[in-house]
């Protein structure tokens, strides 16, 4: 089958039962979690029982708001959810973050949940935009409390997990701009041979060649018991797409959501399930779909992808020890 209908497939009709592990005790930490996905994994761990679920939102207001929503569904005591500032477009926002991480008496699981879609192509902190959040500093925040969940995991005997949600759509990624040679992110900074279409889909394809790294570097093993993970939620009905996108694609996309788009609820078990208590050591490092490990993909499973993990590798490695140094160094 090819890559749409295996995908109409699994969005028809996989059911993915409600998640019913056991958190009790745990901390848990889940970035852009004032809605959409995020919110609903929240709102299930939350409900498992977590003794402490910290959303992670760049705006203190709405993370309260959703705060008091999930408090309101869950009957729980307010003291379980804490709100925390994290701008994923701010290094030094990421850096604060994860500074005062390490002084939680515990750390669990992390879910990297927060994410840009746009077509809009600007510069943050000298990147493009998505490059910048769903890349870049969301590495920065994963190998930043990688320490704190190795010493956690240590203290309790509890492995710990990370889950990366990046997306399926990175199959489908050209990356035409990885043609051209020198640094990747000297590249994809050049807005008059930015394909923005595409953007998305690269993000989340060089998400991977991340995460596939990162995880390599860090096996499960006694000195860092912890799972690192990234999966895809599916297609959700989610305000991803609130930016303006071109005619047919933003047309295909309204329609085809509606159709067989999950809601964000059901999406979110897939997140739950990435970072569960029992998780299966043998996912350390594989991408996720329907809480089963799924196809690295043709980008990556293929020579051109090896060179270009090895690549990104060394390339992103470089730019985080510029943000923070000595932060690869673990
Ligand atoms: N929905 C889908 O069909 C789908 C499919 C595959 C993968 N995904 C992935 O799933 C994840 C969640 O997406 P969603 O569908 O739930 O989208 P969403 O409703 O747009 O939620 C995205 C969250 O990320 C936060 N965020 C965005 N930029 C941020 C920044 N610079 N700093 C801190 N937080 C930031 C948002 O905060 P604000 O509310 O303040 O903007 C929001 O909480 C994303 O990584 C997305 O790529 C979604
Ligand atoms: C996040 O950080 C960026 C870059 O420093 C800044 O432009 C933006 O205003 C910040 N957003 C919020 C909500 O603090």
Redesign the pocket.
């Given at each position: 089958m090819g890559f749409f209908l295996e995908f109409l497939w699994r969005q028809l009709f996989v059911w993915l039962p409600t998640p019913n592990y056991d958190f009790s005790g745990q901390t848990v930490i889940i970035t852009g979690s004032n809605t959409g996905l995020g919110r609903e994994a929240a709102r299930h761990i939350v409900r498992l029982g977590a003794a402490k679920v910290i959303l992670a939102v760049?705006?203190p207001a709405k993370g309260e708001a959703a705060a008091a929503e999930i408090l309101e569904s869950t009957k729980k005591t307010s003291s379980i959810i804490e709100v925390w500032e994290l701008?994923l477009?701010?290094s030094a926002?990421v850096k604060a973050f994860a500074k005062r991480a390490q002084g939680l008496a515990r750390l669990d699981a992390v879910i990297l949940n927060a994410g840009i879609l746009t077509t809009q192509f600007a510069l943050?902190?000298g990147e493009e935009s998505s490059i910048v959040v769903n890349v870049v500093h969301n590495t920065l925040l994963a190998l930043s409390l990688l320490p704190k969940l190795r010493e956690s995991a240590a203290k309790t005997g509890l492995r710990g997990r990370i889950a990366f949600v990046g997306s399926d759509l990175q199959y489908l990624a050209k990356f035409a701009e990885g043609e051209t040679p020198g640094n990747t992110f000297d590249v994809l900074r050049v807005e008059e041979k930015a394909d923005m279409d595409d953007r998305y889909k690269v993000s989340k394809l060089l998400l991977a060649c991340a995460v596939r790294a990162i995880s390599a570097e860090s096996p499960v093993s006694d000195k860092s018991n912890v799972i690192i993970t990234y999966l895809t939620p599916g297609a959700c009905k989610s305000d991803l797409f609130r930016d303006p996108m071109g005619g047919f694609q933003a047309l295909a996309l309204a329609i085809g959501k509606t159709i067989i788009g999950r809601s964000t609820e059901v999406g979110s078990r897939t997140l739950v399930n990435a970072v569960r208590p029992n998780q299966d050591v043998k996912v350390h490092g594989q991408f996720l779909m329907d809480g089963k490990v799924a196809s690295a993909g043709p980008k990556i499973n293929s020579p051109e992808g090896k060179k270009l993990e090895e690549k990104f590798h060394k390339e992103l490695y470089d730019k985080l020890e510029q943000l923070s140094p000595g932060v690869t160094k673990i």
């Open positions: 760049r705006t701008n477009s701010s926002s943050v902190e």
